[in-house]
């Protein structure tokens, strides 16, 4: 059974400050990696990809690959209130058309 | 562009009773996907398909059953209805599969068995 794993927190970060959110997946044949943001109530919503190792920045947002080590992270700069929210990291099984899915990691950024 | 468009949006059932949820895409995806998503848990995969006449079984399949007679549509079978499937029901869709990119999101379907 291949798997996604995620702490389910939560974690709590004060406003301004980074929040590091980690992924560990169990298929050496992934090739892409993706990370959701769920608000409570709401449906994932896409916020970073990432296909190779190394960093990936887009605004606050940078996605981490080692694919060595298996092990992919988000990190967020300058937290804000509205990033409260759950964060999802979805791993495609290779040789499928199937996304796997972490239990997701619940952050609060207070403010 | 109404994107994945889900119905009912909230639905409480009897035990032993059956009904289906809706999902339709009008983006022209191959790919469409059911998941279901436990209070405080991830997705857990249902069944997916990848075309039109195309269905497989993804990880909790068991109570339910799926059809893709259209690319648009890829409606959800409940039958026998039983506690242990309350849950909230997304359905997804994506162009080209796995490993290409985004899943676009149904707003979810919240299922009550009683």
């Known amino acids: 059974q291949k798997e996604v794993e995620q702490n389910s927190g939560p974690l709590s970060v004060p406003e301004g400050a980074i929040a590091s959110l980690n992924c560990t997946y169990s298929d050496r044949g992934s090739q892409s990696f993706f990370w959701y943001r769920q608000y409570s109530g709401k449906s994932p919503e896409l916020i970073m990809s990432i296909y190779s190792n190394g960093d990936k920045e887009d605004g606050r947002f940078t996605a981490q690959l080692n694919k060595a080590s298996q092990y992919v992270s988000l990190l967020i700069r300058d937290s804000q209130p509205s990033d409260s929210a759950t964060y999802l990291c979805a791993v495609p099984s290779s040789g499928t058309y199937k996304y796997i899915f972490g239990t997701g990691t619940r952050l609060k950024v207070l403010a | 562009n109404a994107g994945v468009t889900q119905t009912p949006k909230f639905r409480i059932l009897k035990i032993g009773q059956s009904m289906t949820l809706q999902c339709a895409q009008d983006m022209n995806h191959n790919y469409m996907y059911w998941y279901r998503q436990d209070p405080g848990m991830g997705l857990k995969l249902i069944y997916y398909?990848?075309?039109?006449?195309?269905?497989d079984k993804g990880e909790v399949p068991n109570g339910y059953n799926v059809s893709r007679s259209t690319t648009e549509d890829f409606p959800l079978r409940l039958e026998l209805a039983a506690p242990s499937q309350t849950s909230v029901y997304f359905c997804?869709?994506?162009?080209?599969?796995?490993?290409?990119?985004?899943?676009?999101f149904g707003e979810g379907s919240r299922l009550t068995v009683l």
């Open positions: 398909s990848v075309g039109a006449g195309i269905t």
């Open positions: 997804a869709s994506n162009l080209d599969g796995a490993n290409t990119g985004e899943l676009f």
